[in-house]
């Protein structure tokens, strides 16, 4: 990732996904039918459109990065929304990348669907910089034994 400058090639890319099927129904079960079939075509609809804009990206050699949805079966709180706009929590500059968190309690574990992302982008040098996240029990515990990132 880089904004060195607005001519720059671009390298590498964060695109967002929505929810799959069975994580949606899981979601909203006590949505009516009706309102649910909606939502879920809606929804992969737009998944359809973000595979093109990646596979596209490909194409033309950019290293694009997808979150891991299966993060949510894992979370203890289910009242999240799927990982979708990073720009309002993670910014690149150069080799650096600041991961802040935004406010909307629905949104407060969203950076748990990249980290594989920033365990990658890490790997490659990039320096991470992350200010303090709502983490859950489970997650706690990990980072007290150890972890791919830290929270200064």
């Not at 649910?36 to 194409?59: G, H, P, S, Y």
Request: charged content about 30%; proline content about 3%; overall charge neutral.
């Amino acid at each position: 990732m880089t904004v060195w400058n607005e001519y720059s090639k671009l390298k590498s890319v964060m695109i967002g996904k929505r929810f799959t099927e069975d994580i949606l129904r899981d979601r909203f079960k006590n949505t009516t039918k009706e309102k649910l079939d909606a939502i879920v075509k809606i929804n992969n609809e737009t998944n359809e459109d973000l595979d093109k804009i990646q596979l596209f990206l490909e194409q033309e050699g950019v290293r694009v990065y997808r979150p891991n949805l299966d993060v949510y079966w894992k979370l203890e709180d289910k009242n999240v929304t799927d990982p979708g706009a990073c720009r309002d929590w993670c910014f690149a500059y150069g080799d650096l990348i600041i991961q802040t968190q935004v406010s909307y309690h629905q949104r407060r574990f969203e950076y748990l669907f990249w980290e594989d992302t920033f365990v990658d982008l890490e790997k490659q040098g990039k320096i991470l910089i992350q200010f303090p996240q709502s983490l859950t029990r489970s997650q706690k515990k990990e980072r007290q034994f150890g972890s791919n990132l830290s929270i200064p």
